[in-house]
T-cell receptor, first 112, second 109 residues
Framework: DTAVSQTPKYLVTQMGNDKSIKCEQNLGHDTMYWYKQDSKKFLKIMFS???????INETVPNRFSPKSPDKAHLNLHINSLELGDSAVYFC???????????FGPGTRLLVL | GQNIDQPTEMTATEGAIVQINCTYQTSGFNGLFWYQQHAGEAPTFLSY????GLEEKGRFSSFLSRSKGYSYLLLKELQMKDSASYLCAVRERPDKLIFGTGTRLQVFP
């Protein structure tokens, strides 16, 4: 199937741990994004990469580090997890020739 | 600053028409999107407006007035499966989507 996929779908971990979320798209898009959706369902951009280059970095704590090994992948590494990091993290992708962003299924992160 | 306002909740009856409004104040406007999000799922694209006017796509239509900073999403012939959150999002350059808080629509039989 052509889509944006994320792993894992659920992530439960202890405060202070380091974790990674992976995202892959096989739509041939050149731009990828990470969004955070909090408990109030507010969806906010965190990062975007275009052709492996960081384009948007929205006042996100530097405990969050995105990594784009190639155009089809954008991973998110989070150090020293805090309770407030609990949220749903969505990956998305788009093509510079087409405006629509397509979202992955989300990763539900719970920090205990 | 950036500000996107939508009603928090709306209810409607199956078969009816509902209009969800969105007002925005942003810099560098480069288009307005509507997304649908069912509970526990990813947002899915519904419509895109970059010029003033109405875009129609089946049962869904979206309108934009850039001078008024206003858009609406019109849903016709409502079905139970239309119960979801509807997210208004403004695109700013270079390619940043700013989302509103979403409108939770409940459709009743």
């Amino acid at each position: 199937d052509t889509a944006v996929s994320q792993t894992p779908k659920y992530l439960v971990t202890q405060m202070g741990n380091d974790k990674s979320i992976k995202c892959e798209q096989n739509l041939g898009h050149d731009t990828m994004y990470w969004y955070k959706q909090d408990s109030k369902k507010f969806l906010k951009i965190m990062f975007s990469y275009n052709n492996k280059e960081l384009i948007i970095n929205e006042t996100v704590p530097n405990r969050f580090s995105p990594k784009s090994p190639d155009k089809a992948h954008l991973n998110l590494h989070i150090n020293s997890l805090e309770l407030g990091d609990s949220a749903v993290y969505f990956c998305a992708s788009s093509s510079s020739r087409q405006e629509t962003q397509y979202f992955g299924p989300g990763t539900r992160l719970l920090v205990l | 600053g950036q500000n996107i306002d939508q009603p928090t909740e709306m209810t409607a009856t199956e078969g009816a028409i509902v209009q969800i409004n969105c007002t925005y104040q942003t810099s560098g406007f480069n288009g307005l999107f509507w997304y649908q999000q069912h509970a526990g799922e990813a947002p899915t694209f519904l419509s895109y407006n970059v010029l003033d006017g109405l875009e129609e796509k089946g049962r869904f239509s979206s309108f934009l007035s850039r001078s008024k900073g206003y858009s609406y999403l019109l849903l016709k012939e409502l079905q139970m499966k239309d119960s979801a959150s509807y997210l208004c999002a403004v695109r700013e350059r270079p390619d940043k989507l700013i989302f509103g808080t979403g409108t939770r629509l409940q459709v009743f039989p």
